[in-house]
């Protein structure tokens, strides 16, 4: 998941573009989803190299400075198993994950959890490098936005709708 493409008109950045880019890299069965920097590849390495080579690449030979977070089909599969606000009492166009680059700091995390309550009806739930939103006003209207938690916990994080995670899972291979 690319952070900040194709958004307001910034870090543009073509499917077919990044496609290529992965492919050149050696990774086989490359697909994206939507314009917003989702690619979905089989290959070998741990996450963050993998995200270091493909960030190191968008800088190179596009000229993107954007941050690169890795997830795998397991660690997929337990973002969508761990999911709090799963169940039929929520519609799940509310439903949001803020994925994040590196584990937060205790410390970090406990401050944020402190503030639980504050953001309205929104709600929150932090999961092992993501966190679990509920936004029923929309997520255009929450304060528990992307820079909002990134400042709060100090971890560079990119934010997803619970379609398009369950849609990234599927075509990783992840039954839901």
């Avoid at 490098?129 to 255009?140: E, F, I, Q, S, T």
Wanted: aromatic content about 6%.
């Amino acid at each position: 998941m690319l952070r900040s493409v194709n958004v307001g008109g910034r870090n543009r950045l073509a499917m077919t573009d990044l496609r290529e880019l992965v492919s050149s890299l050696g990774f086989g069965d490359v697909s994206t989803y939507v314009q917003s920097g989702n690619v979905i590849f089989s290959g070998t390495g741990s996450g963050p190299a993998v995200a270091r080579t493909i960030g190191s690449r968008l800088a190179v030979d596009l000229g993107l400075d954007v941050a690169v977070l890795v997830r795998t089909a397991p660690q997929l599969r337990a973002v969508l198993s761990g999911n709090p606000f799963s169940d039929t009492e929520f519609d799940p166009r509310t439903i949001h994950v803020t994925f994040l680059a590196d584990r937060p700091e205790p410390g970090k995390v406990g401050a944020l959890v402190a503030l639980a309550g504050q953001s309205g009806d929104d709600r929150f739930e932090i999961g092992d490098r993501h966190v679990y939103l509920h936004c029923p006003g929309g997520y255009g209207n929450t304060t528990l936005n992307n820079t909002y938690l990134e400042r709060r916990l100090d971890v560079t994080a990119t934010t997803r709708n619970w379609r398009t995670v369950t849609t990234l899972a599927g075509l990783a291979g992840v039954e839901h």
